[in-house]
């Protein structure tokens, strides 16, 4: 049995499939997976040692898409005065090192801070002092911080968990034989933020352009045809 090919529709069918087919690829790329970050932080200012404060942190919202990765740096800064005073009766050299080290917590299961080591330190320098002189240093300043790249899977969303920074403040001396009296004034403030690397998932919603291209598969079908039947 012999089967007639009429060209006329193989044509029609070939311009249907090749058009129908690029529309198609528009369509896939229009959906496409695209790469986005999300941020969150918060910020403590400088207040009186000894502190302890809590900032809240958003965990990653999982229906937005696929977290890639997570970077969470935590921060401290502060300033601190130190005040000197010779008591021996004689000229006394010394040196004052203040230190406020920052020490971490976390509400977030699995998250482990306590290894983070995070000093300030307000160094005097060496300087001396006359019997019963004193002498003020200060404000000095120093700022630290620490970027850690925890497991992206610790942060699986949504929700919140929190952060706690808390100070331990002092002075060592060095020189002066144990005749120097030293006071501080300190504050201390802290922060953290976390940024959310990660792929959005989108919706394969068509665009125009891929609406007009199947408009255009449709209306070239439709003309073969008319032409055919004449």
Same mark, same amino acid.
């Given at each position: 049995m012999y089967f007639l090919t009429d060209p006329l529709l193989t044509e029609t069918h070939q311009v249907k499939r090749t058009l129908l087919a690029a529309a198609l690829a528009g369509l896939a790329f229009a959906g496409s997976a695209s790469?986005?970050?999300l941020t969150d932080s918060f910020d403590f200012p400088n +207040?009186?040692?000894?502190?302890?404060?809590t900032g809240t942190l958003d965990l990653f919202d999982s229906s937005l898409g696929t977290l890639n990765s997570v970077t969470l740096t935590l921060f401290g800064g502060g300033e601190m005065t130190i005040s000197l005073t010779n008591t021996a009766a004689q000229d006394q050299t010394t040196r004052a090192t203040g230190q406020v080290d920052m020490l971490w917590s976390t509400s977030l299961a699995g998250l482990d %801070?306590? +290894?983070?080591?995070?000093?300030l330190v307000f160094p005097t320098g060496n300087t001396t002092l006359a019997p019963? &002189?004193? &002498?003020?240093?200060?404000?000095?300043?120093?700022? #630290? +911080?620490e970027i850690l790249n925890p497991a992206a899977g610790l942060f699986a969303g949504p929700g919140t968990f929190t952060i706690t920074c808390e100070s331990l403040s002092g002075i060592g001396l060095v020189g002066g034989g144990g005749n120097i009296d030293s006071t501080q004034t300190t504050v201390a403030g802290c922060g953290a933020e976390i940024v959310y690397d990660y792929t959005a998932r989108t919706t394969q919603v068509p665009e125009p352009a891929? %609406?007009? %291209? %199947?408009?255009v598969a449709a209306v070239s079908a439709? /003309?073969? #045809?008319? /032409?055919?039947s004449a």
């Open positions: 790469a986005a970050t +207040s009186t040692t000894e502190i302890n404060n %801070l306590s +290894s983070v080591l995070m000093g019963n &002189q004193t &002498q003020s240093f200060g404000p000095l300043v120093d700022v #630290a +911080s891929m %609406l007009a %291209l %199947l408009g439709s /003309r073969l #045809a008319r /032409r055919k």
